[in-house]
């Protein structure tokens, strides 16, 4: 389910230098926007999230802007969801044809090269091998010439990896199969001697390692490409890219480590060695998102990451991490909001929590590990209007099992804005090994604002049915429903008093009566009693004068009813046909060609919509149609 931007809730975790843990905002907490030259990943940054539908362009998550795209949609790569671990990957054709084999295109820049080092990471399966090179990413004009680097499968099935140029190319020994996920990194050195300046891992294992020339990449006046080797060649990819991670430094052993174990936990990957995480197994719960970690090996060591980058937990290390120490955590809740629920343990008469828990691992066998935590209201949900309370009502709680009391840590030691900082914060070893979260002691003095669930605007005859849900509200005074012709420009369509403060499910609902005519968007504003206001995110709803539209049948429906939907005023375009219920999981989507102008497909042919609410829309490049749709 998608949490939309009105969410909020409370408090955060340690840090004393707050410059150096809000500057580790590079996957897993590794690095920054300054080394971090590159972050593709398919959870963000995509320019659809459907299934099926076709990508246009892939927004770097780094800092610094270097995106890819593709303006010809003969060749552009599609959206795949839930193909690793539950998350989603983009897709690459098999089209050999000149033109048509699907790639993307960033332009040059000097981030991505006139460096001494590299480190890359990669989350890919191919679908099937033929000997030709099927190149994950690539920095080349064309062969040979103004390559920086490229990384990709080839003869053998084997792994390849180019630095400066293909001279010192150089390949795994041990080969990949058809339909397996791996994670696969490169690392260059320039500062090593010639035979060890570069590596090929997989899992965390060392496969090769080569020998390079080159001290130095130069600036290279060529374009970055994902899924070809270059802007002419046709060869095809022909699988699926998940993430692609690039560093200009050769990261130090324990920053390699814990993004592997980011990366591991994230898609189900197991690493075959260095495996540090066990947050991410079933039996602790599966503890998958937003992984990062603190940590040191013989060649440096990774001291914070920041609260931006593990969804609203920061740590910084003050003392005593030792070599093979670490510390990694994550969480396994896309939602945040305070609960009063499952409080138990805690020594308040007002107990609340965040929903979010997080497993900590810790790795550490000599020297106690000094930290301060910090949890940051921001960082932890997608926007923050309330104002913390007092220092000694937040305490850092901690459980050793998934469930039973909570045993309060420690008190906060300070607040600063919106974050709560837990400082001197020791761990001894395994025997910390747990969950972790944040709670207060008075939650009516430290408020929480409140958490929107879902937001929908659907044509209802001549209206337009607006409906809402909330989990929680907090100093909540109203909504106002606004709507807009350009998305850009709003005005109201009406307001509704909020609760003021709640902690279970409010259903809302009103009606606009003199919608536009065309395709408009609608949004909610939320206002708190302090005057604060959140915007949920648009919603597109087609209202049309003509006899154009959809149509449901039967509707409302039984669970084992075959469903039929009508489109009218489509003919011969591509439409794209999604049913997704109000929370907006996606149930159903499929791409089809209309070959009349009322054309009569079949819903969910496998029957997997169950008793409930579901929203059907169809759309095609310049309309737009939605409907309710009951299962009963």
Not at 196 to 204: A, C, H, P, V, W
Not at 384 to 395: H, I, P
Not at 477 to 504: H, L, M, Q
Not at 522 to 551: C, E, M, W
Request: proline share 3%.
């Amino acid at each position: 389910m998608k949490a939309l931007p009105i969410s909020l809730l409370l408090f955060g975790l340690l840090f004393i230098n707050s410059k150096l843990l809000h500057s580790q905002t590079g996957p897993a907490g590794v690095g920054a926007t300054a080394t971090n030259a590159l972050w593709l990943k398919a959870d963000a940054g995509t320019s659809t999230t459907v299934s099926g539908a076709a990508i246009s362009a892939w927004y770097d998550q780094s800092g610094n802007t270097l995106s890819v795209l593709q303006s010809i949609a003969a060749q552009r790569p599609t959206y795949t969801t839930t193909l690793m671990n539950g998350y989603p990957a983009i897709e690459f054709d098999n089209s050999t044809s000149s033109g048509q084999n699907d790639m993307m295109v960033g332009y040059d820049n000097p981030v991505l090269d006139n460096t001494t080092g590299y480190t890359f990471f990669t989350v890919s399966r191919i679908k099937g091998f033929d000997g030709n090179a099927k190149c994950i990413i690539s920095k080349r004009t064309t062969i040979d010439i103004d390559e920086a680097f490229m990384l990709f499968y080839y003869t053998g099935n084997a792994f390849f990896l180019d630095v400066d140029g293909l001279s010192d190319r150089f390949s795994t020994i041990s080969t990949y199969s058809a339909n397996t996920n791996y994670i696969i990194d490169a690392v260059f050195d320039g500062s090593l001697t010639a035979a060890n300046r570069s590596k090929i891992y997989e899992g965390e294992n060392l496969r090769k390692t080569g020998s390079e020339t080159s001290t130095l990449v130069p600036d290279k006046t060529s374009p970055l490409m994902v899924g070809a080797t270059h802007a002419t060649d046709n060869r095809p990819f022909n699988g699926y890219i998940s993430e692609i991670i690039i560093y200009r430094t050769a990261l130090n052993d324990a920053q390699r480590i814990i993004v592997n174990n980011y990366l591991s936990a994230k898609y189900d990957i197991a690493l075959s060695a260095n495996d540090k995480y066990f947050g991410d197994n079933n039996s602790d719960g599966d503890y998958d998102r937003d992984v990062a970690g603190v940590g040191k090996e013989s060649s440096g060591s990774n001291n914070a990451f920041a609260s931006s980058i593990a969804a609203g937990l920061g740590i910084t290390v003050n003392s005593g991490l030792d070599i093979d120490d670490y510390i990694i955590a994550g969480h396994a809740s896309p939602l945040n909001y305070q609960i009063i629920s499952d409080v138990g343990g805690m020594t308040g008469t007002a107990n609340a929590r965040w929903q979010r828990i997080w497993y900590f691992d810790v790795t550490n066998s000599a020297t106690n590990i000094s930290t301060n935590v910090e949890f940051d209201m921001s960082d932890g949900i997608t926007s923050w209007s309330t104002t913390l309370g007092s220092v000694s009502d937040y305490v850092l709680l901690y459980r050793a099992g998934q469930t039973g009391n909570w045993t309060e840590l420690a008190t906060a030691s300070a607040i600063t804005g919106d974050k709560v900082q837990f400082n001197g914060i020791t761990f001894s070893g395994n025997a910390n090994d747990g969950y972790y979260t944040i709670g207060t002691h008075n939650y009516p003095v430290s408020p929480l604002p409140i958490e929107l669930l879902n937001f929908n605007a659907i044509k209802n005859g001549s209206a337009v049915d607006v409906t809402w849900e909330t989990a929680s509200e907090t100093n909540n005074d109203y909504f106002t429903i606004e709507k807009s012709r350009d998305g850009i420009t709003f005005e109201t369509a009406g307001t509704v008093d909020g609760a003021g403060n709640s902690t279970g499910m409010i259903r809302y609902a009103d009606k606009d009566y003199s919608p536009y005519s065309g395709i408009s968007y609608y949004r909610l504003k939320q206002t708190d009693f302090n005057g604060h206001s959140t915007y949920s995110d648009l919603v597109p709803v087609n209202y049309y004068f003509g006899d154009d539209g959809i149509t449901i049948y039967p509707n409302p429906a039984g669970s084992d009813e075959p469903l039929t939907m009508s489109i009218t005023g489509l003919e011969n375009q591509q439409v794209l046909v999604v049913v997704r219920d109000v929370s907006g999981k996606e149930f159903y989507s499929k791409v089809i060609i209309t070959a009349t102008n009322k054309e009569i497909i079949a819903i969910d042919p496998d029957q997997k919509l169950v008793a409930g609410t579901y929203i059907v829309i169809a759309s095609s490049n310049n309309k737009l149609y939605s409907k309710k749709l009951i299962i009963r």
